[in-house]
């Protein structure tokens, strides 16, 4: 409480010396002395001490009576009836009453807007009663106030006052007073259903006390809020209470304090009782937040203020009161009221305030802020409902804010219906052996699973939020609670199942080291639709506006053993699923696996797929599987550049040492796209399409493509063995780069019979000139009835053919390949006799450095183009340059453009094969021409450089050289 210098007071307290002090006194103060002193004489005797008694009773047990009464009403229930119906009659009645009354009874209107801690105007019924006079020379009165709020409120003040008139003239008052404020109305139209305006009924002790002189007057209150003094929904930094989300804490709470005052008499303005006061004020709460970010702090901290008030009574019985104040925590308030004072005026000198009630608060003093809730607009309003998980926690929790669940299993268990959040909370599962290590499978459509590291936006109603003018919604965003996510581990099993249900929201979780990080599994993905901008759909993709699963900042990794972990598998699942800023790194079976969905299906992946045998136990496991899908599939996985504002601002597919990427078994109806890769030393193969019919588009885009140095195997490989129940071939596109140096590996191995012959293609192309480059075994397509077209290669093998095509009906076609290696040639072409069976080259190089190796050779190769700008030069002196022969397997129709022909074989032996010419040609068809030079060991071939045993025709410089 304030403190302030005591009040001096007579040191002769006697009847004698108070008839003294009234001799000098004016007449009118000396009648008005004695009038008071009849009165009290006559209210102790009789009814009207009765009276008095009863109305201090009914003021003081009325209190819980009015309290209930104020429960159930609605918002601003009584303004008209209070201000036009209350009022206007009790002002009609008044001058009857006054005329009759006995003079101590007084009627007021406070007009406040927005007063010292509360809201609203209300109207005052009080009395000043005298009671009786001690032999010390004090008055004591009874100080009765009732009041009505235009809200319908009541409040009450009932206090017992002792006044004195000192030998000099002053007056001394003393009073103490119990409050009682049942005004819960006065914040009406705020808050939701379930708190309300969230007002609150409260008491307290009150001391009041003045000293008032001719010249103006010190006053100074104190108030003491007692019981329960202050309520509170959440708090302060943090967006938790109960299992709702607020927009804003509630807090109600009876405020303790003191005032202190000094006024003035007015000149000219004496007759009028005119005084003008100025004063401070601080006021405070010490119940302390419990929770939130000032947990140990005061509720309301004591803060100070000042005000000026301005009293002056303008005509008899009419008193008016202007009051302001201003403090950092109400602002600016005030009021304006308007007293009638039945048997005239009293307020005219010092004398007269024995018989005023003392100059204080009447209303308590109310810090307070209406608690808002998160509502969900597409769940008819209803508060979004948050199940709370914290492995810190007090066991036996409820899933409550205050008292969370302390593992999954439970919250699995409360979290029934739709558009149920469970919240994990990071609490201590970063440290081993901590983890959240159960299972969470989610029970209805459009439920929430999302952790304490990121933030969580949701679509609310419109008393919280910020409205969205792309979503045409609002939007409310939790911030993250912790630096972390939340960590989850279940090495025995799935750690999160999405176990049938559609439009779920899964975010802000690390999973390490899960049997089963996320399994996506029966029914369909699809629920409602989000507004955009929500974190179920931050970015208005397609799977969103859908009303498809979204995985959004959610971290799975393997724990660096060997033991059985896996990413996240998609099996027997339609509708849509989307992936944001998700890593899935170093698992042991698989990164991602896509199996086994038969109805339609749609899957995009941005972020991070990654893995290395170093940091899997040495385990070599697959990063992407795509398998046995016969459904309408849409899977795009890594492709391109995450959406504007991800976390992870680049796609990334990276394996090193594992066994990459496999497509097999799925259906012409299924439609593949992924980004980014870099596939390292990838065991056996870096891409593997097998049994497949699925359309597959593969990039490296920002990624290092395919790099292999020492694992054996092909940097791609297409297969079908004929065994498996898809028929049709695959249409697979790789655009990337390709750096084969494993002496053991084809930079494209392409086998099997592909049934559906005319369908399937195999294209690789790149982003620069030459973004293939093999010194392994080059390229083999062995048996291949689909379309094959690679362009840009750089072939150095070191194995027997830079270029092996055996067998197949497909149409080949190869564009700027040089070929610098092969054994036994550069590029060798058998059994593809058929119509149809054609192998194009434009811009073919060849320049093969081994001596006992052709340049191009083809046995019933069938038809072989070459064009563009081409040449072929070899460095062998006993092999040819060009080479067809006859295995009786059928024939070679040649069509060959080149620039030049280059070798030193100058054999002009007879047809005998070895030792060959520098173009030897057999059972063939067709024509070779040589545009600019043919050089034979540094000199002009001619015709006997060339065993032509077939109608094949052999120019130069337009010229024919053979046959």
Aim: hydrophobic share 35%; with cysteine.
């Amino acid at each position: 409480m304030m403190r302030h210098a005591p009040v001096q007071r007579s040191n002769t307290m006697t009847a004698p010396a108070t008839k003294r002090r009234r001799r000098k006194l004016t007449r009118r103060t000396t009648a008005r002395i004695q009038l008071l002193k009849r009165r009290a004489s006559s209210w102790k005797k009789h009814a009207r001490r009765a009276a008095t008694l009863a109305l201090i009773a009914s003021l003081s047990f009325q209190t819980p009576l009015q309290c209930l009464a104020q429960v159930g009403q609605s918002s601003m229930s009584q303004p008209s009836g209070v201000a036009n119906g209350v009022v206007n009659r009790g002002l009609g009645a008044l001058g009857s009453f006054n005329d009759a009354g006995p003079g101590f009874f007084y009627y007021g209107i406070n007009g406040a807007g927005r007063g010292l801690g509360y809201f609203g105007s209300y109207m005052t019924l009080g009395g000043f009663i005298p009671y009786a006079q001690d032999d010390l020379g004090g008055f004591w009165s009874a100080d009765l106030r009732t009041h009505l709020s235009t809200n319908g409120g009541f409040f009450s003040n009932v206090g017992i006052v002792r006044k004195q008139l000192t030998d000099n003239g002053s007056l001394l008052g003393l009073g103490l007073y119990w409050d009682y404020d049942g005004d819960m109305n006065q914040y009406a139209g705020t808050g939701n259903t379930e708190f309300g305006q969230f007002g609150h009924v409260y008491q307290q002790v009150g001391f009041s006390g003045e000293y008032v002189t001719d010249r103006g007057a010190i006053r100074s209150n104190g108030y003491m809020p007692v019981g329960t003094t202050a309520y509170n929904v959440g708090a302060p930094g943090t967006p938790w209470s109960k299992n709702y989300i607020m927009c804003d804490y509630g807090l109600d709470a009876a405020l303790g304090g003191a005032d202190l005052e000094v006024g003035a008499w007015i000149p000219k303005l004496e007759a009028f009782g005119g005084m003008i006061s100025v004063g401070g004020y601080t006021y405070g709460n010490a119940n302390e937040w419990s929770r939130g970010t000032e947990t140990g702090e005061r509720m309301v901290p004591f803060f100070g203020g000042v005000y000026t008030r301005f009293d002056i009574t303008v005509a008899n019985n009419w008193d008016i009161n202007l009051q302001y104040n201003n403090d950092p925590f109400f602002d600016s308030t005030g009021f304006a009221r308007l007293t009638y004072r039945m048997g005239g005026s009293r307020r005219r000198n010092v004398p007269d305030q024995l018989e005023q009630p003392m100059m204080r608060n009447e209303h308590i003093v109310r810090g307070h802020q209406t608690p808002e809730y998160l509502s969900n607009t597409q769940n008819n309003g209803t508060p979004w409902n948050v199940i709370h998980v914290d492995n810190t926690a007090a066991a036996g929790g409820d899933g409550t804010a205050e008292a969370p669940f302390t593992n999954l299993a439970d919250a699995d268990v409360a979290a029934t219906r739709q558009w149920d959040i469970v919240y994990v909370h990071e609490g201590n599962s970063r440290v081993a052996p901590n983890f959240y290590g159960d299972s969470f499978s989610f029970n209805a459509d459009n439920q929430f699973l999302v952790g304490s590291g990121g933030p969580l936006t949701l679509a609310v109603g419109s008393n919280c939020g910020t409205f969205n003018t792309a979503s045409n919604a609002y939007l409310f965003t939790v911030p993250a609670q912790s630096t972390n996510n939340p960590l989850l581990s279940n090495p025995g099993g799935t750690s999160i199942d999405t176990n049938g249900q559609g439009g779920l929201t899964i975010a802000n979780l690390d999973i390490v080291g899960s049997n089963e990080a996320l399994l996506v599994q029966g029914g369909d993905l699809n629920g409602t639709a989000q507004p955009f901008g929500t974190t179920a759909n931050p970015y208005n993709s397609a799977i969103s506006l859908a009303g498809g699963t979204s995985v959004r900042n959610v971290n799975i990794g393997g724990d660096g053993t060997a033991a059985i972990q896996r990413g996240v598998r998609i099996t027997d699942s339609t509708g849509g699923i989307e992936f944001t800023d998700t890593t899935i790194a170093n698992m042991t079976r698989s990164g991602l696996l896509i199996d086994n969905n038969t109805g339609a299906l749609l899957v995009s992946y941005d972020g991070r797929i990654v893995s290395d045998t170093a940091n899997t136990g040495g385990i070599a496991s697959p990063l992407v599987v795509i398998d046995s899908n016969t459904g309408a599939g849409t899977f795009d996985i890594a492709v391109g550049s995450p959406p504007a504002g991800s976390l992870i601002t680049t796609n990334e597919l990276s394996d090193t040492g594992g066994e990459g990427i496999i497509i097999s078994n799925n259906a012409d109806t299924v439609a593949n796209n992924l980004g980014n890769i870099s596939l390292t030393d990838t065991v056996l193969r870096g891409i593997y399409v097998f049994d497949d019919a699925s359309t597959t588009r593969i990039s490296s885009d920002g990624g290092l493509g395919i790099v292999r140095n020492t694992a054996a195997g092909a940097a791609i490989e297409v297969g079908d063995d004929g065994a498996g129940l898809i028929t049709a071939a695959p249409e697979f596109t790789y655009f990337g780069t390709i750096d084969n140096t494993a002496s053991s590996s084809y930079l494209l191995l392409a086998t099997g019979s592909n049934e559906d012959a005319g369908r399937g293609s195999i294209t690789l192309s790149g982003p620069t000139a030459t973004p293939f480059t093999d010194t392994g075994l080059g390229i083999l397509l062995q048996n291949v009835d689909a379309t094959v077209s690679v362009t840009g290669a750089s072939l150095a093998s070191t194995g027997q053919n830079g270029i092996l095509i055996t067998g197949g009906s497909g149409a080949f076609t190869f564009d700027d390949i040089s070929v610098t290696g092969g054994t036994t040639a550069g590029i060798l072409i058998t059994d593809r006799a058929a119509v149809g069976d054609t192998t194009t080259f434009s811009n073919l190089t060849i320049n093969n450095p081994n001596l006992l190796a052709h340049g191009i050779s083809a046995a019933n190769g069938g038809t072989i183009t070459i064009g563009g700008v081409s040449s072929i030069e070899t460095a062998s002196t006993t092999f040819s340059t060009i080479n067809t022969f006859d295995n009786l397997s059928g024939d070679t129709t040649l069509a060959f453009t080149l620039q030049t022909v280059t070798t030193p074989n100058v054999n002009v032996t007879p047809w005998t094969d070895p030792p060959f010419g520098a173009i030897s040609l057999a059972a063939s068809s067709g024509f070779i021409d040589i545009q600019s030079a043919f050089d034979v060991n540094g000199a002009g071939g001619s015709g006997v450089n060339v065993e032509n045993n077939s109608t094949v025709t052999v120019d130069v410089n337009g010229l024919q050289i053979s046959p």
